[in-house]
């Protein structure tokens, strides 16, 4: 989305954390989320976060907002092999429809 | 229980014809999205109904037109179709507004 941009690749040790960044250009964004897409599958949503929230952690998911920035991120803990996926971030404002990004092609070699 | 499916997963058509896909909800919620991603994974919101009215259109060519025979089904009608509706085409649903919307598995479109 034009609105929403992502880096397009990330490779990545297994046992290592990884990090995808997310900016956003609408300041009234009020759900911020992160979903993932596995090879040939639909997307999974992963997590969200409000706007009015910094932090969210869910066990190994960490995901950060600066809203001043309009910077997201999302860090994954000890990577796994199964995290392989496209990452994509995506934001709605007060209406209806999701912004996506482009997707990050996380590649978690051994 | 599939929250949200969609058939057929896998649609191959030759240009010029007429297909439909359609996706079903048994999640309760009030809200339903069609969005296209193309070859370079890049999606986009396609259609928005709201209790079967619609909300949403992001100027979709008028080849395609949306079905809402009820709050559970929203349908996707494709006239004449051309090569470069091949993509996958995912349904979504949400309780309504920014909430979180939820994921069918997709059907994948190829246009010969």
């Known amino acids: 989305g034009e609105d929403v941009e992502q880096s397009l690749f990330l490779s990545v040790r297994e046992g290592d954390s990884s990090v995808i960044n997310c900016t956003y250009t609408?300041?009234?964004?009020?759900?911020l989320y992160w979903y993932k897409q596995e090879p040939g599958a639909g997307l999974q949503l992963l997590t969200y976060?409000?706007?009015?929230?910094d932090m969210k952690q869910d066990q190994r998911l960490t995901v950060l907002l600066n809203k001043k920035d309009k910077h997201l991120s999302l860090r994954i803990a000890d990577t796994q092999t199964g995290d392989s996926a496209i990452y994509f971030c995506?934001?709605?404002?007060?209406?209806?429809?999701?912004?996506f990004g482009a997707g990050t092609t996380v590649t978690v070699r051994a | 229980d599939t929250a949200v499916s969609q058939t057929p997963k896998y649609l191959v058509t030759q240009m010029g014809n007429d297909k439909s896909i359609k996706c079903e909800q048994n999640?309760?919620?009030?809200?339903m999205y069609w969005y296209k991603q193309d070859s370079k994974k890049f999606l986009k919101i396609m259609f928005s109904?709201?209790?079967?009215?619609?909300?949403i259109n992001e100027t979709v060519p008028n080849r395609f037109s949306p079905k809402s025979p009820d709050k559970a089904h929203l349908n996707l009608h494709i006239n004449s179709l051309e090569l470069g509706d091949s993509a996958v085409y995912f349904c979504?649903?949400?309780?309504?507004?920014?909430?979180?919307?939820?994921f069918g598995p997709g059907t994948r479109l190829t246009v010969l």
């Open positions: 999640l309760g919620h009030d809200t």
């Open positions: 109904y709201n209790n079967k009215e619609l909300i």
């Open positions: 609408d300041s009234s964004s009020t759900y």
């Open positions: 976060i409000f706007s009015n929230m």
């Open positions: 979504a649903s949400s309780p309504g507004g920014p909430d979180t919307q939820y």
């Open positions: 995506a934001e709605t404002a007060n209406d209806y429809k999701l912004s």
